[in-house]
């Protein structure tokens, strides 16, 4: 089910992240400096009721990807250029491609030069991303994404 709503979100507001290891934890800095450049894979999600207050001790889960041998994984490029890929049970791949721009904690997200929406980080170390992002239907919940 969270798979599908991320497809979902990924697809309508892009999609997703930049550079790491394969990883661990969420990590507990709840710094925004890092930077966004290179690629970031999938580790855990969750969606909460607008509103919630997200903390570093939220519980998230681990991502269930399709592809037994690849991993969902997005790359930011320097020059704001935004990729994300992922695999279906076969492990076929499917990308999309946008840009980007990152004014403070948020990203801004672009497709065909057309503002598609943002997302707001959480948190941004070398190696783990944290967002939060509305998702399109009025009303419902908020998604967290970690990548590493």
């Known amino acids: 089910m969270m798979k599908k709503i991320f497809y979902l979100l990924s697809f309508t507001f892009l999609l997703l992240q930049a550079c790491s290891s394969s990883g661990s934890s969420d990590g507990s800095s709840s710094s925004t400096s890092g930077s966004l450049v290179g690629k970031w894979e ?5 969606s909460f009721p607008p509103g919630t207050i997200i903390t570093d001790s939220t519980p998230l889960i681990n991502y269930q990807f399709d592809c037994p041998t690849l991993k969902d994984y997005c790359q930011f490029g320097s020059q704001g250029s935004l990729k994300q890929v992922s695999y279906n049970s076969s492990c076929a791949e499917t990308n999309d491609i946008g840009t980007y721009t990152k004014t403070d ?3 801004n ?3 065909n030069n057309v503002y598609k929406g943002y997302w707001e ?3 941004l170390t070398s190696s783990t991303l944290k ?3 509305p998702t399109p239907q009025t009303g419902t919940p908020y998604v967290i994404v970690v990548v590493s």
């Open 121 to 123: 980080i959480l948190s």
């Open 131 to 133: 967002i939060k992002y």
């Open 105 to 107: 904690n948020l990203i």
């Open 42 to 46: 999938l580790f855990q999600v969750a």
């Open 109 to 111: 997200l672009y497709k």
